[in-house]
């Protein structure tokens, strides 16, 4: 069966990611542009972003002590996090969006809840390696798990726990996968979960004619979820917390022992900042330009609806993690559902590296997006089709993989010169199973800052994530 996306291409991209850089401007993070493509998540119903334009007009808030840049996962998760470590303290913490409430790569991004698992072991890391990462993605998936059970949540974001089936497009892809188990396995990790499927089981089960590995995942509407912990943050503790979207940092200065923020609505003054900007940390923070630094990297994603009802509820990755997608929920079992599908940034111009541009899309990225599902469960999908939505959000990648968590920091300047800037930003595409543990670090790195004591690592969070350990 022929694909219309090309194969393999796993390594190349690292490569190119590692040495491409335009010229000039092209090279500069820009801040979120207006006017961005319209998202399921965000603008499938008038009501399905209530806070929207919250605090978007009047005065801003004065006197903040806490400025979080961001209103997406990580934003809200260091909000929560900071409120709950302080409470009992009447502490101001701001939030602040460029555009609406959750509108970056958090509103925008392709719903999946999903750890890695066996995945993170592989020949070019230490076992050591593989299990903290899964153990901060397992944190992650516990910490909103017990929130969520907690709340009674799950329904009214969508939570599915129906599991991920791993397409295999090519023997190179399976092959890889087995030699990833078998590492987890030697590194002691609890694969009772995982089940290896065989093209025609496959076939069978679910109309697909690849072979695949079924791992534990989960979807959810991720906009839903962080809206709800943003209103439980404000309800639950004693900080004060307030939000003002459409309201973009356009630069900060130092002002005595904190900080200036200026916005085109005026300039807040606050001690302790935190940049949950991702994608767009480097426009801030020229510093974290280039491979060095926190690249932007456009997604793109179609919601196509399937010609029937499908078997499984499913979420599926394939082609190394280049394509993803999922059945969203139907009322009954006869419909049809409308499945989510992200990729085709293999087709791009430079795989959309550098690109900030999320108020368009790239026109034979949608073509191959179109072409996918067809040709991947042509029983299911028809070629003829045209997709209810379609969508870009920004991602921010590192050369590395691994996201910046910790004090501002840049390597060639004094340590001290961004004290009380903080950042937890760029999860490289992966960051719904990520954002809230990191969050959770640098919510209480700032509280043990705030109270001179001494911040100890959980043993969750990869050191290799902490600012201060990067080269
Ligand atoms: C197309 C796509 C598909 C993805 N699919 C998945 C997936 O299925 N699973 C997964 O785990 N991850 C996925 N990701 C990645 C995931 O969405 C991100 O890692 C995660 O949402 C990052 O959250 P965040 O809060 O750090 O950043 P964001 O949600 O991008 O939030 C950053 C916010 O900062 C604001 N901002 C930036 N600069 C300024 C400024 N100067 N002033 C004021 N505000 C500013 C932006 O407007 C934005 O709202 C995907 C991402 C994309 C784009």
Redesign the pocket.
């Known amino acids: 069966m022929v694909l219309p996306v090309p194969l393999n291409v796993h390594d190349d991209f690292e490569r190119f990611f590692a040495s491409f850089e335009p010229a000039g401007q092209r090279r500069q993070t820009s801040?979120?542009v207006p006017n961005p493509t319209k998202s399921f998540w965000l603008d499938s119903s008038p009501d399905a972003n209530p806070l929207a334009a919250e605090g978007s007009t009047g005065a801003l808030t004065a006197d903040p002590d806490i400025v979080i840049?961001?209103?997406?996962?990580?934003?809200?998760a260091a909000a929560y996090n900071l409120a709950k470590g302080l409470q009992g303290q009447r502490v101001k913490i701001v939030l602040?969006?460029?555009?609406d409430f959750?509108?970056?790569?958090?509103?925008?991004?392709?719903?999946?809840?999903?750890s890695h698992g066996f995945f993170n072991f592989s020949s070019n890391v230490t076992p050591r390696r593989g299990l903290v990462e899964s153990a901060l993605e397992q944190h992650t998936i516990d910490s909103v798990a017990e929130v969520v059970g907690v709340q009674g949540w799950a329904k009214e974001i969508d939570l599915v726990d129906s599991g991920r089936l791993c397409l295999f497009f090519s023997s190179e892809e399976e092959a890889d996968a087995r030699r990833r188990f078998d590492s987890a396995r030697a590194a002691g990790v609890d694969t009772s979960g995982v089940q290896w499927l065989s093209r025609s089981e496959m076939n069978k089960t679910h109309g697909v004619d690849f072979p695949a590995v079924r791992i534990p995942g989960r979807n959810v509407w991720?906009l839903k979820l962080v809206t709800k912990l943003f209103t439980l943050a404000k309800s639950s503790f004693s900080a004060d917390i307030k939000l003002h979207t459409r309201?973009?940092?356009?630069s900060i200065t130092r002002a005595g022992s904190g900080w200036d923020l200026r916005?085109p609505r005026g300039t807040l003054r606050a001690t302790y900042v935190l940049h949950?900007?991702?994608?767009?940390?480097a426009?801030?923070l020229p510093h974290l330009t280039g491979p060095q630094g926190i690249i932007p990297v456009?997604?793109?994603?179609i919601a196509t609806r399937a010609s029937g009802p499908l078997s499984g509820k499913e979420s599926y990755i394939g082609n190394d993690g280049f394509e993803?997608w999922f059945p969203r929920p139907t009322s009954s079992s006869r419909d049809a559902p409308l499945v989510i599908l992200?990729g085709g940034r293999e087709v791009a111009p430079n795989y959309d590296i550098y690109v900030t541009d999320?108020a368009h899309f790239d026109a034979k990225v949608g073509g191959v997006l179109r072409k996918f599902l067809p040709s991947v469960c042509p029983r299911s999908f028809e070629r003829a089709r045209q997709p209810e939505m379609e969508?870009?959000?920004?991602?921010?990648f590192t050369k590395t993989g691994e996201p910046f968590v910790g004090p501002v920091i840049d390597q060639r300047g004094s340590k001290s010169e961004f004290t009380g800037q903080y950042i937890?930003?760029g999860?490289t595409?992966?960051?719904?199973?990520?954002?809230y543990a990191c969050a959770e670090a640098v919510a209480q790195i700032i509280i043990a800052d705030m109270r001179k004591q001494q911040w100890k690592c959980p043993a969750w969070l990869p050191s290799e994530y902490l600012t201060w350990n990067k080269a």
């Open positions: 801040l979120p840049i961001g209103s997406g996962i990580t934003g809200v602040l969006d460029a555009r959750c509108s970056g790569a958090t509103g925008r991004n392709g719903g999946h809840l999903t991720p309201t973009p940092v356009t916005t949950a900007t991702n994608g767009y940390a426009h801030l456009r997604g793109h994603i993803y992200g999320d969508w870009t959000g920004i991602m921010g937890c930003a999860y595409g992966h960051g719904m199973t990520r954002a």
